[in-house]
């Protein structure tokens, strides 16, 4: 994909799973990359690596909470001279806690996942656009999920969030188009990351049990998609893209055993 050659990527969530995938996928076609998330020491570790393996892309991490609108300006206005122009962000940073009805999900809950998923989003995306506009071109990423199409049992608040993320890229996308900006949505279904540890509070076994008897995607398969949508030509966009594992065949509908 010789179109990512020299661009910039910003990615929220680097640490870990999808974004760090795509993170590598990038600098692999050449391109730079801003690496953003929680986890200084995974960033940090990331970007030793990529650095090792892709020495010609520039690696730039800066830890990043992205509820913290502040903390988001900041570390776009601080973004070293080589990587302000960013060509390519990719909204990924999210999460779920839990699998609860609506009757009784946690306050706690409800407010890191709307902060995160929706609010997070938002920072990011108000952040980077004035770099977009200022030039007319780049390409927004958002990672909604199959949870953003279907809702189901325990999952209100998360598929809630999911849904935002498919009005407000289809909002952007709409209110964008007399630019030559992108706006693209991509929705995941079942893909083995720490997602799942992450929605079981550490649980490792019952994170596992999701993935039971079946074969998920894979981080690399998603940054794969994202890699396709992100190098088409200026005036191609991928709109929306829903990649299930060839098992899944809704939210909550997986064939198991073989
Ligand atoms: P992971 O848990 O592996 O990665 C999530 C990433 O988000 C981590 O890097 C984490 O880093 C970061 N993150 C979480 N909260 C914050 C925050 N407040 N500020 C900055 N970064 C944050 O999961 P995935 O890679 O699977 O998830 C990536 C995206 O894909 C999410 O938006 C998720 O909803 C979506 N998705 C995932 C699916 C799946 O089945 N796995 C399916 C559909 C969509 P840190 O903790 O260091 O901040
Ligand atoms: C993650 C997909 O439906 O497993 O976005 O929660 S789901």
Redesign the pocket.
């Known amino acids: 994909y010789s179109r990512l050659k020299g661009k910039t990527a910003f990615i929220?969530?680097?640490?870990?799973?999808?974004?760090?995938?795509t993170a590598f996928e990038f600098a692999r076609h050449g391109a730079n990359v801003i690496l953003?998330?929680?986890?200084?020491d995974?960033?940090q570790e990331l970007e030793t690596q990529i650095c090792d393996e892709f020495p010609s892309s520039i690696v730039h991490s800066a830890q990043?909470?992205?509820?913290?609108r502040a903390a988001v300006f900041r570390v776009v206005e601080e973004l070293p001279a080589e990587l302000k122009d960013v060509d390519i962000l990719l909204?990924?940073?999210?999460?779920?806690i839990g699998l609860d009805p609506l009757s009784t999900v946690s306050p706690e809950a409800v407010h890191?996942m709307l902060?995160?998923?929706v609010v997070?989003l938002i920072n990011v995306t108000q952040a980077i656009l004035p770099i977009f506009l200022a030039r007319n071109r780049g390409h927004v990423i958002n990672?909604?999920?199959?949870?953003?199409r279907e809702a189901y049992a325990n999952g209100s608040v998360?598929c809630g969030?999911?849904h935002f993320?498919n009005a407000a890229t289809q909002s952007l996308r709409i209110e964008l188009m007399s630019t030559g900006v992108r706006v693209t949505e991509?929705?995941?279904?079942?893909?083995?990351?720490?997602?799942?540890?992450?929605r079981f509070s550490g649980d490792k076994d019952r994170a596992d049990k999701v993935y039971e008897g079946m074969e998920?995607?894979s981080?690399g398969d998603?940054a794969d998609t994202i890699l396709y949508a992100a190098s088409r030509p200026d005036n191609v966009v991928i709109a929306e893209m829903l990649v299930m594992p060839t098992a899944q065949g809704t939210a909550t509908v997986a064939h198991r055993g073989g």
């Open positions: 929220t969530g680097a640490s870990s799973g999808i974004g760090q995938a953003t998330a929680r986890r200084k995974r960033l990043l909470d992205v509820q913290d909204n990924n940073a999210g999460l779920v890191t902060q995160t998923n997070g990672l909604g999920s199959i949870a953003g998360y969030t999911k993320v991509v929705q995941p279904g079942m893909v083995e990351t720490e997602f799942s540890v992450v998920p995607l981080a998603i």
